[in-house]
């Protein structure tokens, strides 16, 4: 089982970026799919968690209104778009794969991606 993230980069405070998460060797239409970011120095944080085909949405408080997480069974691919950006976004985006509501409520996925790297810059 492989995660791929895609789409971070570097872009100024107000901007978007979309980041794509794929996977091989997993169906993530069965899946709890999570975003998580990592800051230099700090803990790895809860984004957003979307379980596909039951339309089962959740976002941190602190990106709510501003990324939509949304999935595409038939690329096999979740996405998080990610609008009005602040530097306090910045940091290494993850996402993960997990088979129960239990573990991914937990923050207790099986498979994690490699990170992609996202920079606001002020």
């Known amino acids: 089982v492989q995660l791929v993230e895609s789409g971070g980069g570097l872009v100024q405070a107000g901007g978007s970026l979309r980041l794509s998460c794929t996977a091989s060797?997993?169906?993530?239409?069965?899946?709890?799919v999570g975003w998580f970011r990592q800051a230099p120095g700090k803990e790895r944080e809860f984004v957003a968690r979307?379980?596909?085909?039951?339309?089962?949405?959740t976002y941190a408080d602190s990106v709510k209104g501003r990324f939509t997480i949304s999935g595409d069974t038939a690329k096999n691919t979740v996405y998080l778009q990610m609008n009005s950006l602040k530097p306090e976004d910045t940091g290494v985006y993850y996402c993960?794969?997990?088979?129960?509501?239990?573990?991914?409520?937990?923050?207790?996925?099986?498979?994690w991606g490699q990170g992609t790297q996202v920079t606001v810059s002020s």
């Open positions: 993960a794969a997990e088979g129960t509501i239990w573990g991914a409520s937990r923050g207790l996925y099986d498979y």
């Open positions: 060797g997993r169906t993530l239409s069965r899946d709890y």
């Open positions: 979307i379980f596909i085909n039951g339309a089962d949405i």
